[in-house]
């Protein structure tokens, strides 16, 4: 019989949301999309859940994340094994390191690798932070048991580290191969992806099951692990019900507030209330053209989760540049003088001028 893992990490149950508006309705779609695993476990008759990490904010968390989560755990019922993260870590204080928790859960409270059998020939390793720095986990470690040996913690693909992510007990899949585990499944970044050797997954990250900041990759939800004659085989489960995208809305040749007003909206059009937005106004418009960053957020971004805009257009009064006794006002001159076609590069050399880069 086939043996099932539902594996989630970087829930980050209570976190804050701060380059996004729609607070609270985002912590309420992570709690919703935790909700929404257990459902895939129930439903894939999953025989253990294993949670790499970061599933709550610490500092923030509090009585009712713990009875949200020992009433998700109980509504599984079956075997759930947590590896804390970095933001999540295992203390005296931490709201899993209780007398009361629920007897099917079990935390890898320690920054060091324990065993645990799943099954004839299948052994579960788990590996927790602690509030010290865990240093590099794999380091002189060989797991020798028979069969399948799948690794849980929380931790840094060092080879793929996405910018601005502090690396946290890192990691690399050379590393998992050496250190004879036939699987690492873990957390610590949001978007989702399984890095495979020979034909087969090394180490798989879930992502977050909703998105958490912008730029984190598409895959978000959780994986069914699925072992069976010494074979592993992944299913990603999407659970994500909210987008953050990032983009441009074209202003080139507006010349009034109205103008820019409907080109916003029109941009929107294909967005809702589950889509959380970062909106740059780009090219360039006619000189003294308002733009009430505030009011265009506030009428057009009613219809979307959250509205945040940027202004990264240029506006220039090509005649009064042109009788510039410069450089610039030369260069204008010459470009205004080839007709149409000076006219395309004048946005372009002038914001060479100011030392600005715009969206072609």
């Known amino acids: 019989m086939p043996f099932r893992i539902v594996h989630c990490a970087d829930v980050h149950l209570e976190t804050t949301f701060p380059g996004t508006r729609g607070g609270s309705a985002r912590r309420k779609a992570l709690a919703d999309a935790f909700v929404r695993i257990i459902d ?3 439903a894939r008759d999953a025989d253990a859940l294993t949670i790499g990490g970061d599933l709550y904010e610490s500092e923030r968390a ?13 509504r599984f019922g079956k075997p759930v094994f947590i590896a804390p993260g970095n933001h999540d870590p295992h203390a005296p204080s931490s709201l899993l390191a209780r007398g009361d928790l629920p007897e099917n859960v079990r935390v890898f409270n320690e920054a060091a690798w324990r065993a645990y ?38 931790g840094s693909d060092e080879e793929r580290c996405p910018p601005n992510k502090r690396a946290t007990a890192p990691f690399s899949a050379a590393d998992v191969v050496a250190s004879g585990a036939t ?3 873990t957390g610590h970044y949001h978007g989702g992806y399984v890095v495979s050797q020979a034909g087969r997954p090394v180490l798989a990250y879930p992502g977050s099951p909703e998105p958490i900041k912008f730029g984190e990759g598409n895959l978000h939800g959780a994986f ?31 010349t009034n507030e109205n103008a820019a007003h409907e080109r916003v909206v029109t941009a929107l059009a294909p967005y809702g209330p589950s889509d959380y937005l970062r909106l740059r106004l780009v090219g360039a418009v006619a000189p003294h053209t ?30 009064s540049i042109a009788r510039e006794p410069t450089v610039r006002g030369h260069v204008v001159r010459d470009l205004l003088e080839r007709g149409p076609e000076g006219e395309a590069a004048l946005r372009y050399a002038l914001a060479a001028f100011e030392g600005s880069e715009i969206a072609p």
């Open 117 to 154: 059998p799943l099954a004839e020939g299948l052994t579960l390793y788990g590996f927790g932070h602690t509030p010290a720095e865990p240093g590099r986990p794999f380091e002189n470690v060989q797991f020798e048991r028979a069969g399948v040996q799948i690794a849980l913690v929380h």
């Open 183 to 185: 699987l690492l499944l």
């Open 224 to 254: 069914l692990v699925t072992i069976e004659n010494g074979e592993v085989q992944l299913e990603h489960l999407a659970t994500a019900h909210t987008r953050l995208l990032e983009l441009d809305c074209d202003l080139e040749g507006v």
């Open 62 to 74: 509090g009585p009712q994340t713990v009875r949200f989560l020992f009433e998700q755990f109980a």
């Open 40 to 42: 895939e476990a129930l």
């Open 290 to 319: 308002r733009l009430d960053l505030a009011l265009l957020q506030q009428q057009a971004g009613a219809t979307v989760g959250s509205l945040a805009l940027e202004n990264a257009t240029v506006s220039f009064d090509y005649e």
